[in-house]
């Protein structure tokens, strides 16, 4: 399988189609394009699903409201 795209020089070429199958490209604001394993979006959610918040935790001795002075 050969892609081509028009305006860009060179091409993707993968001998076999199945082996083509098991990969996606992906990018972001951080990283450039890169070939990465094809996964369900479906196991790709349940993956990353976050874990319930367990809130921040002041060091100890640290008010956590400034106290009012009687003035």
């Known amino acids: 399988m050969h892609v081509y795209t028009e ?3 060179g091409c993707l070429v993968w001998r076999s ?3 083509a ?3 996606t490209f992906k990018e972001n ?3 450039p394009v ?3 394993r ?3 979006q479906e196991d790709a959610a349940q993956r990353y699903r976050a874990g319930q918040k367990q809130g921040v935790k002041a ?3 640290t ?3 400034p106290e009012h002075s009687a003035a």
């Open 7 to 9: 305006g860009l020089k």
């Open 17 to 19: 189609f199945h082996k």
């Open 29 to 31: 604001a951080q990283t």
């Open 63 to 65: 008010p956590i409201a």
């Open 34 to 36: 890169k070939r990465v």
């Open 21 to 23: 199958a098991r990969h």
């Open 38 to 40: 094809w996964e369900a």
């Open 59 to 61: 060091p100890a001795g």
